[in-house]
């Protein structure tokens, strides 16, 4: 596999030519795209919000939840592909990543799990549940100066969650968040790259108000089901529990009883 020092080296044409190099690229390239419906019999419910939204904690307990009722559910989360670890880590590391690189790095994590994980198991029938989906990297990828409509169509491979959960807080709620348990911030989580600032922390406070922008932008165009992450978290729980009933056929997803 290419290292990502040397997609850094030669500019985003090689980047580009790496991502598309993938063995699954020419399957993706045919799924339907976003704005399509797709063929199969599972259902995908992602989540997306700042960080510190509170998001991963609500996800989670809808695993358990489904989980402990029967139900055929996987999870996946954002940036987590195997394929891209290493040299995701390295060109953090060495602070190699241009906007261009760092959006296409992710896209290629995805597209990894996409074909490998999120498509296969929604054909087996299965609740598939995304910790951040292809909003993160819109939001992102945006705020970073990239093309808007060059990361649309990056994604363009991807099916469309039939349940995306936006889970708004405020600002300063999820930086204080986010400050609490951490001592330190990393350089890209922070913003750093984009030299807003050369303070982490105010850096990093610029960085999530513009991507709480991108995300406040979004919501009516992909139709995000918007919750206050800013209430308890039992009372959050029992909403978006609510509304997966309500709009997703549970029973028809219970695992088969054992014989």
Known sequence: ??????ISGAGSKLA???????????????????????NYSGKLIAVEGLDGSGK?????LVKRWLELEGYRVFFTEWNSSVLV???TTKGKRRQLLTPTTFSLIHATDFA???????????RAGY?????RYIFTAFARDAVRGVDRDWVHQLYSFAVHPDITFYFRVPLETSLNRILEGRPTL??????LDMGWSADPYESFRIFQGKVFAEYEAMQAQFDFTVLDAGEEIHVQQHRVR????????LPTFRRPPCR
């Open 127 to 131: 609740i598939v549940l995304a910790d």
């Open 16 to 38: 580009a030519a790496w991502l598309f190099a993938l063995p699954s690229h020419d399957r993706l390239r045919h799924a339907p795209s976003v704005l399509q419906s797709a």
């Open 186 to 191: 990393k350089y890209h989580e922070a913003g």
């Open 112 to 122: 990894d799990r996409y074909e490998r994980q999120i498509l296969p198991l929604l």
């Open 85 to 87: 670890k290493k040299s």
């Open 1 to 6: 596999m290419l290292g990502i020092a040397h």
């Open 242 to 249: 609510q509304m997966i009933r309500e709009r997703i056929d």
């Open 56 to 60: 991963s904690t609500q996800l989670y």
